[in-house]
């Protein structure tokens, strides 16, 4: 009977690792909008406290593992610049549109790595792709058109995530490559610490104040970094090498729906009608076209 106890409990972990991830990432919008600080600030604070903290496990993993071969430090290096550039622009946008507009829209990412496979690296894409990109770009056209009417910002912020949104893409693009050379924590690490330092030179050429912010914005940024940064991720890590791709991958595409209504209470955020039916025609569209990119990488020979 404990046999079968400690069975069920190791199949019930990595639900429960992916559910904890989902939740501390749908949360990220949150922080960005309590941080009293500009979001390129609050996005410094959340990976420089993350990576700060993670020092003792990364140290862990280099006396256990194998040296990283130099030349493969490329590939977080860029990797980590391409996140500064995410969460710089993400976070801005969160100044100018709703949590789920910003949250849906950055999420568009499959759609840019998808197309970025096609024409970087010559990936041939199924028919399906197509029908997949036409109603992610229907829909994100549906949100976006309802806050271009609604917002006099004139959409400055669903355009600010769809860019954040491509950055995104580059950041998966490397990663996707990168990952076959190092294993995860320490690139997760490294990425850290070069997007740390590329956050910190865009900050200083925004001229961001990095100091003089209350209490309450210092805390939230120390919470953005352990809740979002390292239980998010890890979570989402553990639950990845656990659980098959076809159930993490439509549930992690759930987020956007789980920020809009963690908004309604906590930001006060309410949805339109055309808004709810814009995102959940992109949802489905972007779930086929991350499905359709996995099954064409699984098709490609390891070489």
């Known amino acids: 009977m404990s046999g079968y106890n400690l069975t069920m409990q190791n199949k019930l972990f990595p639900y429960i690792a992916l559910a904890i991830g989902i939740i501390a990432l749908s949360l990220s919008a949150m922080f960005v909008r309590w941080a009293e600080a500009p979001g390129p600030i609050t996005g410094f604070y959340r990976v420089l406290i993350s990576t700060i903290l993670f020092i003792p496990f990364f ?72 029908l997949g990109l036409i109603l992610a770009l229907a829909g994100a056209a549906l949100v976006m058109g309802s806050d271009f009417l609604l917002h006099p910002t004139l959409g400055r912020g669903d355009l600010l995530a769809s860019i954040a949104a491509i ?66 991720y890890l979570a989402i890590t553990y639950a990845l090498g656990h659980l098959p791709a076809s159930i993490v991958a439509p549930t992690l595409i759930g987020q956007p729906i789980l920020t809009a209504l963690l908004a309604i209470p906590l930001l006060g955020e309410i949805p339109t009608l055309i808004q709810w039916i814009g995102g959940a025609i992109a949802l489905a569209g972007i779930y086929i076209v991350n499905q359709s990119h996995k099954q064409t990488q699984e098709e490609i020979p390891n070489t």
């Open 167 to 232: 950055f995104y893409a580059g950041y998966q693009l490397i990663t996707e490559r990168g990952r076959k050379y190092i294993d995860p924590f320490r690139y997760i690490w490294f990425v850290g610490l070069s997007s740390t330092i590329g956050m910190l030179f865009i900050n200083i050429i925004l001229g961001n104040s990095f100091t003089g912010y209350s209490t309450q914005t210092w805390v939230i940024f120390f919470t953005a970094a352990v809740v979002s940064q390292m239980i998010g």
């Open 59 to 130: 140290v862990q993993q280099q006396r256990k593992l194998k040296p990283i071969n130099k030349k493969y430090f490329l590939f977080p290096l860029a990797a980590g610049i391409f996140t500064a550039f995410d969460f710089a622009i993400w976070n801005s946008s969160l100044k100018y549109t709703t949590a789920a507009n910003a949250t849906l829209l950055g999420n568009t990412a499959p759609l840019w790595v998808a197309l970025g496979a096609l024409f970087i690296f010559r990936e041939k894409l199924r028919g399906v792709f197509w």
